[in-house]
């Protein structure tokens, strides 16, 4: 075998070279996870249950507690299509809103039978106004790399729909607490990120935009031991039946800003032009 000097001196080159190839933009596949940390702007709520209550609340503040257990984190799965500047993301985001009940808000409506129009405490109205097991997003994606700042670094940009899978905490002073999983509507988002790539790994930094609309069925239900399937089923069934949900419904939006960074797992095979000629 060949193992001059010269010899060597190539091979450790097309080796390097390969491993710069594979650092690029291209068909690829990459599983990730992230942290981060959430803002969620003040939101209105209403409520109705075609009984004693049908209510708007003004001014409600959330706090997020990104880094309480359960923490803010999520998974992805994205697929880089022939070339790497444009792919696919299945996103899953578990953030937290939970509203501030110490602070003022206004009220004005219908609220265990009497008039209302004043301004109180959140926790006035509300024994629990939160999503703490998961402000969940579920969302596909569509993205875009941008042009490269060298080759391992490169700028992107996405966009995607989907919906929100809460676990749903509400309680008034009077009747039944809901606490379960449940399907609440819709959300949008899009994104912005900075990737930087090693051999099978990417480090990314990104921006979130979300806005999520939110029609939560008030079942006064507990969740099943299972969770979140067998939740969801529960819904499908009641929804199915056309019976309306017994403490009514609320409604919100939650529009949100997220930063967050995390590690991707790349998954791809070599091409032909990976191999470098010595």
């Known amino acids: 075998s060949d193992d001059t000097p010269a010899a060597v001196t190539s091979s450790t080159r097309t080796v390097e070279e390969t491993a710069r190839s594979l650092d690029k933009p291209r068909k690829e596949r990459v599983i990730g996870g992230y942290t981060g940390s959430p803002y969620t702007y003040d939101s209105s709520v209403t409520l109705s249950d075609g009984k004693a209550n049908d209510f708007q609340v003004d001014g409600v503040q959330w706090r997020g507690e990104p880094f309480i257990d359960p923490i803010y984190y999520g998974i992805r799965i994205q697929r880089w299509f022939e070339g790497g500047r444009t792919g696919s993301m299945l996103d899953f985001t578990h953030s937290k809103v939970i509203g501030e009940k110490d602070e003022d808000i206004s009220i004005k409506g219908l609220l265990n039978g009497e008039t209302v129009d004043a301004t109180k405490k959140l ?24 042009a490269d700042i ?83 089923y529960r819904q499908a069934v009641n929804w199915w039946s056309g019976e309306p949900p017994p403490g009514g419904d609320l409604q919100t939006q939650l529009i949100s800003h997220q930063i967050i960074g995390g590690l991707g797992f790349r998954i791809a095979r070599p091409s032909p032009a990976d191999a470098v000629a010595p």
């Open 150 to 232: 060298n080759p391992r670094l490169s700028p992107y940009i996405g966009i995607g729909a989907g919906v929100n899978l809460p676990h749903s905490e509400m309680r008034l002073h009077t009747g039944k607490r809901t606490y379960e999983y449940q399907y609440a509507g819709p959300v949008v988002q899009g994104l912005i990120g900075i990737e930087f790539r090693v051999p099978r790994l990417s480090y990314f930094l990104e921006y979130k935009f979300s806005f999520a609309f939110y029609d939560v069925p008030l079942s006064n239900l507990d969740g099943t031991e299972i969770g979140l399937f067998a939740d969801l």
């Open 123 to 146: 926790g006035d109205v509300f024994r629990r106004l939160e999503f703490s097991h998961g402000h969940n997003m579920l969302t596909l994606n569509g993205l875009f790399r941008l």
